[in-house]
């Protein structure tokens, strides 16, 4: 099994829906994080959780939310999709040494 | 404001053919610097991690050194397995341990 998995692979969905995008990890970390990817913008970071109780937002977590039900789990969701977070999503944990990410969700909005 | 700058863009090369990857970066202070690879479809895959200037990482075709302003990733007599988005992160001292990205080169080994 993957240290990060994240489901679903791809996704598409329509403007105004909510989606959540899940993602566990088996790396025993407490840190986790949830990027976007586009084209000619590199990675940017949405949330960013240390431990259960501390949740934090990254640069651009407006029209996310992020929950961490477990140690192992933090999952993002769109309360309402639109066509311009239309991206790839990896999860992430990290340690002190790295990060390790996951195979990442290509989601769709149409 | 903390800023990473990769060049070039893409880069294409025959097999064999040695180059070198940039990897500019402005960081309040600098805890790490981290060298990624990234499959089409793929989540980044971690190279390298570098902490100081002068400090030099090496797996097999590649190595990886850092100045007070930049890193260069080389890449010896590359094969065409080695084509792939190659990333460059930085992570600024501090507690939030978050890496910012640069947006990534995009390496073509031709056989």
């Known amino acids: 099994d993957a240290d990060v998995t994240q489901t679903p692979r791809n996704r598409i969905t329509k403007t105004g829906k909510r989606i959540m995008l899940e993602c566990s990890q088996t790396k025993g970390h407490d840190r986790m994080y949830w990027y976007r990817q586009d084209p000619g913008l590199g990675l940017r970071l949405i949330y960013y959780?240390?431990?259960?109780?501390?949740?934090n937002k990254g640069e651009i977590s407006d029209g996310y939310s992020v929950s961490r039900q477990a140690q192992a789990k933090f999952s993002l969701s769109l309360e309402s999709a639109i066509p311009n977070q239309t991206a790839l999503y990896f999860c992430a944990t990290s340690d002190a040494v790295g990060y390790t990410f996951g195979s990442g969700t290509r989601l769709t909005v149409v | 404001e903390d800023q990473v700058t990769q060049s070039p863009e893409a880069l294409r090369l025959q097999e064999g053919e040695s180059s070198s990857l940039n990897c500019s970066y402005t960081v309040s202070g600098l805890r790490g610097l981290f060298w990624y690879r990234q499959d089409p479809g793929k989540g980044p895959e971690f190279l390298f991690t570098l902490y100081s200037a002068g400090e030099e990482k090496e797996k097999e075709r590649l190595k990886a050194t850092l100045t007070k302003k930049e890193s260069f990733l080389h890449i010896t007599a590359p094969k065409p397995e080695d084509s792939a988005t190659y990333l460059c992160?930085?992570?600024?001292?501090?507690?939030?341990?978050?890496?910012?990205f640069g947006t990534g080169t995009l390496l073509a080994v031709q056989p």
């Open positions: 992160a930085v992570q600024a001292l501090g507690a939030t341990n978050k890496l910012i």
């Open positions: 959780s240390f431990d259960v109780k501390d949740i």
